[in-house]
């Protein structure tokens, strides 16, 4: 992929440990710093990572990684994604849900303002609900 767009265009996403529809990972502590000795080199763009509770892991992922390092520990509140780019465990980490829930996500951040619940069950239902009907903040 990134021969054929450019590596500065090409990212990769890695989920450590993560059992999804069953999954079982036992050599995660081998398998994936071996991943990233490899494809490091190539200069991606990013490596987007949700871990699975394996902050050791994470913490070898951090140092191997060469490029930005996208974080996702979705369900965590805001502190610890800031505590994660203070201490130089992230570049950038992601907000999914919250931003979903809080289409002024900016705006409520900026002002210190309470954020709305995220409600899963709504999530890409494809009408107004869950979508634009979460209240906005009123500054």
Avoid: Q
Avoid at 4 to 20: F, K
Avoid at 65 to 73: E, G, Q
Avoid at 110 to 130: E, I, Q
Wanted: glycine share 14%.
């Amino acid at each position: 992929m990134a021969d054929e767009i450019g590596a500065e265009r090409t990212g990769l996403r890695i989920s450590p440990g993560n059992p999804c529809n069953d999954i079982a990972e036992s050599d995660t502590a081998e398998l994936y710093p071996a991943l990233l000795r490899a494809l490091g080199p190539l200069g991606l763009a990013y490596l987007h990572v949700m871990p699975a509770g394996e902050e050791e892991l994470l913490g070898t992922v951090r140092g191997l990684w060469p490029t930005t390092l996208v974080l996702n520990r979705g369900g965590t509140g805001l502190p610890v994604r800031v505590k994660d780019i203070d201490n130089g465990t992230a570049d950038l980490v992601c907000v999914g849900a919250l931003a979903l829930a809080n289409p002024d996500l900016v705006e409520r951040l900026r002002d210190g303002a309470p954020l709305n619940t995220p409600d899963p069950a709504t999530f890409y239902g494809g009408g107004a609900v869950g979508y634009t009907d979460y209240p906005t903040h009123t500054g």
